[in-house]
């Protein structure tokens, strides 16, 4: 398969075959992300994509699901969308599932007649960085949507029955709005009802520009202790949700993983167990994105 630079994909894809189509994300400001910063969106020659079709059908028969990467496929015309579908139903019919990250622009460039087209094409599950429901944290970070913007798009995803997964970002307002960015993400969650809530950790990155706030003492992380009261009072927030939860990323610091509202209890008492030092947290140096 061909890929180009820094190839993401989500932890519930690891069985996906992941196929390359567009290089970079089309928005690329964000100022925690390092991911796309040294390469230019693109969407990759029909060729090269075709030729990683031909592979996968020679060579990736036991994988059941697609994921399309980079940064934001979902930016791409329907036109595009419902060629390149049609071409991985022909070349692999056997998947059952195709996957994609998609930001709150891609979504709103769509109508629900369009996200339903393309459900029924396979789209299956629709990855969305919300990062934060507080509009100081999103405005801070550069992410050029409001808490608004994100609770429409996402909504919008779940009207067209499509499986929406929504990541949040622990730490993103610094000791400063630790509180607000946790109340405010969870309200947000409240009103998207996403199928899934994958909560990441903040490691600021040297290559980003928060990265360098952090250095020049502009931008205060919260403490592990911090980012662990910040998990509690999201979590405890949460009140209309039924869905997946992990808080199990390489960036956390307590791996937590269940359903809402089943185990929301539980987790709220195993971050207090935490808090008190009965439980180990994961030591920096093991954590990562
Ligand atoms: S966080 Fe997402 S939208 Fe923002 S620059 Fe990174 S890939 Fe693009």
Redesign the pocket.
């Known amino acids: 398969m061909n890929y180009v630079g820094n190839v993401i994909r989500p932890p519930s894809e690891a069985n996906a075959i992941i196929l390359q189509v567009t290089v970079g994300?089309s928005?690329?400001?964000?100022t925690f992300?390092g991911?796309?910063k040294e390469i230019g969106f693109q969407l990759k020659a029909q060729d090269t994509i075709d030729a990683d079709l031909e592979f996968a059908k020679q060579h990736c028969r036991n994988q059941k699901r697609v994921f399309l990467a980079d940064?934001?496929v979902l930016i791409l015309s329907q036109r595009r969308l419902l060629q390149l579908f049609n071409k991985i139903r022909t070349h692999l019919p056997w998947i059952t599932r195709i996957s994609m990250y998609g930001?709150a622009k891609a979504v709103r460039n769509k109508s629900i007649t369009e996200l339903k087209e393309l459900k029924s094409m396979g789209l299956d599950r629709v990855y969305m960085?919300l990062e934060s429901g507080c509009d100081k944290v999103l405005q801070y970070v550069k992410k050029g949507e409001t808490a608004s913007t994100m609770t429409a798009a996402g909504k919008k995803i779940r009207e067209s029955g499509i499986f929406l997964s929504v990541t949040t970002l622990l730490g993103l307002g610094g000791v400063s709005l630790s509180s607000q960015h946790a109340t405010d993400t969870a309200g947000v969650l409240n009103k998207m009802a996403p199928n899934q809530i994958a909560a990441l950790t903040l490691i600021p990155l040297e290559n980003t520009e928060l990265g360098e706030d952090v250095a020049a003492g502009k931008f205060i992380l919260p403490t592990p202790s911090g980012i662990l009261q910040e998990l509690h009072l999201l979590i405890s927030h949460l009140k209309d949700v039924k869905c997946q939860f992990h808080a199990n990323h390489a960036s956390s610091y307590l791996p937590l993983a269940g359903r809402l509202p089943r185990d929301q209890n539980a987790f709220l008492a195993s971050i207090e167990m935490a808090l008190n030092g009965a439980t180990p947290l994961v030591p920096d140096y093991r954590r990562a994105l």
Request: aromatic share 16%.
């Open positions: 994300c928005y690329n400001k964000c992300c991911a796309y940064g934001d930001n960085g």
